[in-house]
């Protein structure tokens, strides 16, 4: 397929089923509306390869390899589950949502983050490694729970929110910081934190709990 989006809908509650998806310009799924279902799909050398603008969208067991950014979320509400993301240069999940749940996804080799986050939002039972920084929490309750976030260029964990939850991570092999801190009433507990350095964390916060 050659054209600046692969595949655009404008309307509620579409399927992509179990589709190959490759060299396009611009956006290989731009979804524009809620209810979508995004399956099995093989997406590959793109720009973005998929583009969420609406509410309550499932993105299940799809492989996806970007150059850029391989899923953008700007909607509420939506699951992405059992993924292989790559990101050739920016991020592997760019989320500007909120209350979006994220799980069981294997995340490698992107320059920036493999999360970035709003609020609201959940993260567990998955993989991160290979980028700058494992995930970026730049709002507040968000909760980052079971993930295993490994060789990272910089930091494994920066949180800039009040109020998230990291608990039951392994963290290893981040160069810099493991967990690195600025906001208040954070609440990192039971994680397993590995670096040949006395100082795990960065905390820049008030009240925040370390256990």
């Known amino acids: 397929m050659n054209s600046n989006n692969g595949i655009t809908s404008h309307e ?10 490759m060299n396009i310009k611009d956006h290989e799924i731009l979804l524009r509306d809620d209810g979508n279902f995004i399956i099995k799909n093989n997406i590959k050398d793109t720009k ?21 950014e391989c899923i953008s979320l700007k909607g509420h509400y939506n699951t992405l589950n059992n993924n292989t993301i790559n990101s050739k240069e920016n991020y592997g999940i760019k989320s500007k949502g909120r209350e979006n749940r994220f799980s ?3 995340i490698t080799s992107s320059k920036y983050s493999g999360h970035v986050k709003e609020n609201r939002n959940k993260i567990s039972s998955s993989t991160i490694k290979a980028f700058r920084i494992g995930v970026y929490v730049k709002d507040d309750y968000t909760s980052i729970w079971d993930v295993k976030i490994e060789k990272n260029k910089k930091h494994g964990i920066e949180i800039r929110g009040k109020k998230n939850i990291i608990k039951k ?18 609440k990192i507990t039971h994680n397993i934190l590995s670096k040949k350095t006395d100082r795990l964390t960065a905390i820049y916060g008030f009240k925040t709990r370390l256990n």
């Open 48 to 68: 973005i390869a998929i583009c969420s603008l609406g509410d309550n969208k499932k993105i299940i067991s799809n492989k996806i390899n970007s150059n850029s």
């Open 104 to 106: 069981n996804n294997k």
């Open 12 to 21: 509620i509650k579409n399927s992509l089923f179990n589709n190959t998806i």
């Open 169 to 186: 991570n392994t963290l290893f092999k981040n160069p810099s910081r493991v967990i690195k801190i600025f906001g208040d009433r954070n």
